[in-house]
């Protein structure tokens, strides 16, 4: 890739494939892979990624709300695309363009059906969420009976799989209750298909649920941090490649004298002569506040540069003075060496908030290497 001549971010095809693979030689021959490509697959590139995963051979894609599933349908993408969290205003549009909902409530469930009958579907694939623990979204045990009563009744839906969520897949102290799910959901799913003539898929892993718990892979898996390269778990970090690197660039160089203030509220003061860059990044970037005040730092020729100060909303300064460097010189914020998760780490974050905040202001740039 040519250095950055503006800010960037840059998505590496190559490692997301790396990452797929890793990914896939945890699961068996024929465990189903799903996609998860919601928020701009995590802040990337929705169609550019959707588009390789395909290639790649996931079987699925899931996004969280409807219109995310339209923008990869306008796109071209003909894969089946699972929504993690419609809501009924956007059912008509969900089934117009061929998008399975995710059913999670009796209500929720009731109006599809209804919509459907409506639109004139016959097997119309949707899939049930039950709650487990998570307590976030999804029908109890209790429901079943009601759901299976108005699955005899209708020709309209086709349950195509049943899925859990489990609440701390990469926690190693939360191990028994991780396993308490599992068995919560097998025998929910055991309870429901004695009402059923046929039989969905069951899903439950997330990323570090691959990784930490291969007797739940089932039939299908549904990862997302992992294929942008973070595995949540320190000793697997190393068999994952981050795709992103946000890049940008010095735009100009300021000497500053002691007792100068930097930036708004003239919240550095110098205690010497010092050397500031200005950046072309800011919060609208979706580089929080709380990077500023020396939280946070960026690398410029391979060294560590403080933010100085308030980040702003276009833009960041940074202590240069030991550095060398020129204007244009290319500043990495975050890549494969100091990874968003490093970086968000310096408050308390974590990587998939920083990512999935990376406004769309910022340009993506899709290369392999
Ligand atoms: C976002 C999401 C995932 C993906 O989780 P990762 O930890 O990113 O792998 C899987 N399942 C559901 C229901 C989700 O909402």
Redesign the pocket.
Known sequence: MPKATETVLEINLTALGTNYWYLKSKLKPNTNF?A?V??YA?GSDSVEIAKELVKLGADYL?V?YVNEGVALRDAGIKTPIIV??PQSVNFKTLIDRCLEP?LYSLKIFQEFIEIAKENKQSKYPVHL?FNTGLNR?GFLENDIDFISSKLKETTSIIVKSI?S?LAA??DETEKEFSISQIEAFKNISEKLFRNLDYKPMMHM??????LNYPEAHFDLV???????G?S?IPSEQKNFQPIATLKSVISQIHSIEKGETVGYNRAFKSEGILKTATIPIGHADGISRAYGNEKGWVTINGNKASIIGNVCMDMIMVNITNIDCQEGDEVIIFGEVENAEKHAEKINSIS?ELITAISQRVKRVVCRK
């Open positions: 799903l998860v919601k928020a995590y899931a969280a993690l969290h995710n969420k979204l899925f969520h897949s990469e892993c997330n990323t570090s649920g691959i549904r990862s997302g941090i992992g294929l942008y973070f949540n998939y």
